[in-house]
């Protein structure tokens, strides 16, 4: 393969454990990860995506359409049919080729098709390598809310091509590196001792496999998200309001990650009024934000009252106002947290009241 070498880190889930190979070159590996006995494969992918991967098998290729309206039970419904017309049977394998979208929707084919085959995720986003493509949450959006209807289901493989990421538009790398600075704020840090901006000075291989050995380590832990999977959150809360907003046809334009780095900086100003961490610490969330080029404000002629109003509808918040936030313990969930000091957290950061 030449060239630097492949990195492996491990999702450690008992007999569902399974690597994830990280560098440049990563998809050529496909054929010698798929599972003993496939017989044939269903490729799934975007017209965007300009990977194209040998699985070594027959292969039927399924393009699915752009962007998160792809992310529909009729998507799913698509997608097994035509696994069905091209004869794919239980012991063979889904291979996703692209980003989030993909990777969700055809995971969620692969959980049901036959209750159940083989997938191998080659995630093309770098959202995609650093999350979604890891950690066995797959699923699709109904008109009532994101992701409302999903499983689990691992993959039995990831390969993280960084040779993938070439031909990916700027606002998808900004998105990723949103994604990237919440990972520098869960223990442990880069590099022992070492600031968290660090982070942005990493190669790129390195800034993904940091990343990715992070959520394995807590999926392995907390498979279903009964504990500190929930950390992975970590900036989410005003991100998905944002994002909903967004969606309802208010004045927001950011994809996820930039959320949810303007959401790293308001749960950090958050923490700070609530006497959790101090300026310095803050000022480590805003340096990396700014190594990574993210935006930090609220957009404009947003209102506190309706980020407050969608925050509220997380379904991560139960009955309370719930944020992940910085503090003397590192990173954890902070219940009944005071309206008040969350619109002035919003106000400092530019939102209207
Ligand atoms: N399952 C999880 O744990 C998890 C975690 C995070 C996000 N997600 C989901 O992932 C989705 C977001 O994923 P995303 O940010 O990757 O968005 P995406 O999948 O929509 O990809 C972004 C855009 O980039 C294009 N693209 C993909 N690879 C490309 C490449 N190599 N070159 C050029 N263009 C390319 C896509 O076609 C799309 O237009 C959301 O639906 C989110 O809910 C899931
Ligand atoms: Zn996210």
């Not at 069905?84 to 889904?94: E, K, Q, T």
């Not at 990421?165 to 998808?172: G, I, K, S």
């Not at 022992?192 to 000075?201: D, K, M, T, Y």
């Not at 807590?218 to 907003?245: I, K, P, Q």
Request: net charge negative; proline share 5%; aromatic share 4%.
């Amino acid at each position: 393969m030449g060239g630097t070498p492949l990195i492996t880190v491990p999702v450690e889930l008992g007999p569902r454990s399974y690597d994830v190979t990280i560098g440049a070159g990563a998809s050529r590996l496909l054929a010698s990860v798929l599972p003993s006995g496939v017989r044939q494969a269903a490729v799934v992918t975007q017209a965007a995506v300009l990977t194209s991967v040998d699985a070594g098998v027959p292969s039927d290729v399924f393009v699915l359409p752009d962007g998160e309206k792809a992310k529909t039970l009729s998507s799913v419904e698509e997608l097994c049919r035509g696994f069905a017309r091209a004869g794919l049977a239980r012991g063979d394998v889904v291979v996703a080729v692209g980003g989030g979208v993909v990777t969700d929707v055809a995971g969620f084919a692969a959980a049901s098709y036959l209750r159940g085959v083989a997938l191998v995720n080659v995630p093309t986003t770098l959202v995609g390598q650093v999350d979604a493509a890891i950690g066995g949450k797959t699923g699709v959006n109904l008109p009532e809310g994101k992701n409302l209807l999903g499983a689990y289901w691992q993959p039995g493989a990831v390969l993280c091509d960084t040779d993938a990421l070439a031909t990916l538009p700027e606002r998808e790398w900004a998105s990723g590196r949103g994604e990237m600075a919440k990972c520098a704020f869960l223990e442990p840090r880069p590099g022992a001792g070492a600031p968290r901006a660090a982070l942005a000075e990493m190669t790129l291989e390195d800034q993904v496999a940091w990343c990715v050995a992070l959520k394995a380590a807590v999926v392995s832990e907390d498979e279903r998200e009964g504990g500190r999977r929930m950390l992975l959150n970590y900036g989410h809360t005003l991100a998905h309001a944002l994002e909903a907003l967004g969606l309802a046809g208010g004045p927001v334009d950011l994809r996820h990650g930039e959320a949810v780095g303007v959401g790293l900086v308001f749960a950090a100003r958050l923490a700070r009024r609530l006497g959790r961490i101090d300026d310095a610490r803050v000022e480590e969330h805003v340096t990396l934000l700014d190594a990574f080029g993210l935006p930090q404000e609220i957009p404009g002629g947003v209102r506190s009252g309706e980020v407050l109003e969608y925050m509220a509808r997380d379904k991560k918040a139960r009955h309370d106002l719930t944020f992940v936030l910085d503090g003397p313990r590192g990173v954890e969930p902070v219940h009944g947290v005071g309206e008040g000091d969350v619109v002035a957290t919003l106000s400092a950061m530019g939102a209207l009241s």
